[in-house]
């Protein structure tokens, strides 16, 4: 029954309550386990390394060659792309109410590479110096053009609906930009179109500190950005009229988060090219283990996620060796199935 | 206090202007029929809307002026509907938007008798369990559980809250609000569609009808059969028998 101001109240211990969860543990524990698996990915490769030669103790200048210009310059980009993708994934899927919006499911991934693919085979020639810096704006835009358009749609409608609007969107969006793109490579000279196929796969074989660097740039503040909405993104939950209610600028925080995953998600579709279904996969295991709060789920689908390709892309580079996977595939191998599983439960997990 | 300075909309659904005051210790109840303009009134109070003309203060201070986060200790809303995307346990989602202690929580918690249902996902409650958990995170985000052997003063807007309550829950729930008004001063405006809630329990109650406020006073005064009948369009049965004071409203066979 529901009791009156006036009855005496039931009072439970701060043990007994729920609001409590550990996420220094949590956080901490996926920290380690992250670094952890950095310190072996930067030993492992083709020419493997002992852990001594971090104390200085390197077999030949070579290999101090090969780890500072090669593998170092890419464990950081796996880093920075894992934790953005997966970061960018919870944002959206706090941002959109739905446990299926994904950067690479919306189309967010694919209007960003097709901005690259535009740049690379249009305009880099015209465009002089601008080098990587202009996939860097060209994937930005992509990404935040199509982060518009399909915020826009599902905002029109509501909960179930929006849901299949959303997801119809990014598969016009993805098709859509499959067409440009096969037009694109049609006219694109042959340097061009070995460019275009490798990046599209989506790999990080061509990791060098300049493309490090400017992961070190973009991808930081855009990370930031979203941990600071995760309150806002928890009280978004509650529906926009409430959440006002609540003391929420909805209109600042979506602007943020938008801002945040289209620039997020360009860079990284720039650097790395399309790596799918990260965003979708490593939140929603999380959300299974921490629930949906977003002041622990942002930091943990970050850590995660750098965790998750950081091992993705080792096992890219020494799976075949001295060959390559390209780690789009392994993620998409993994992912793929996830989400036809989710299809076939029918009811999405939390 | 919530006052009203000739609020009004002109955008569709528009809304006649309105200037009236909500003062502490008052059960506010909105009725009338659907397309009345209820919820878009409930809007224009809790400032989620601004009106085209005039304006809504809260002690003296038009409600965009305020700061959005000691906007929300004073003022709090429960919608009409909770659609959540992801599946909350209870006690979290009480806790939401508030500052409230894990204690704070469980004293609202209980006070809405939701304690066996803390740990549950909302996603697995039923629809009148759901508005129960609404109306306890909005006392929660009122700081209801640290104060509640102090008026807090607080405005609490309601939109249908009892719409998928049994008869017991709505009576117990419909106590409590009225116990929030005169017991800790709070102004409490309800969106009702039961008539007989309205007349038993609000001390004042304004019917729209087409975005125009109709009729405003006690429910003896405005829930007339007559009124009533032109209004819903429907037909009444004037031999309903009173008990009291409050009128009770019936179907007609």
Redo the contacts between chains.
Sequence with gaps: MIRSPASPLRWRSRNEGGLARPPATVLAALTLITLLALLIAAMSGSIGLSPKVLLGDWPSPLAWQVWWQLRLPRLVLAALVGAMLAGSGAAMQGLFRNPLADPTLLGLASGAGLAVALWVVLLEGAAGTLGLYGQFLAGFLGALGVCVLVFALGERQRDQEALFTLLLAGLAINTLAGALGGVLAFIASDEQLRQLSLWGMGSLSHALWSAALGALIGIPPALWWLLRSAPGLDLLQLGELTAHGAGLDAPRLKRRVVLATALGVGLCVALAGIIGFLGLLVPHCLRLWLGPGHRLLLPASMLSGALLLIVADTLARTLASPAEIPVGLITSLLGGPYFLWLLLKRRMPC | MLTLYNVGVTAPPAFVPISDRLPPGELLAIVGPNGAGKSTLL?LL???RRPDRGSVCLDGMPLHGWN??Q??RR?????QK????????V???V????TA???D???VL????L?PL??R?V?HLSGGESQ?V?VA??LC?LG?GRS?SMPSGGVL?LDEPTSALDI??QQ??M??LR??AE??GMTVCCVLHDLNLAARYAHRVWLLERGERIAAGTPEAVLTPGCLARVFGAELDASASRTDQAPLVLLAP
């Design positions: 809007t809790s400032g989620y959005a986060r906007l929300a003022r709090a809303l429960v919608a909770l659609t959540l995307g992801f599946d909350w346990p006690r979290d989602l806790a939401l938007g508030s202690s894990p204690d929580v469980e004293a209980s006070m809405l008798d304690q803390a740990a996902g996603q129960r609404m995170r909005a985000q209801l509640m807007l017991g829950q117990r729930l106590r409590l116990g929030l017991m800790h």
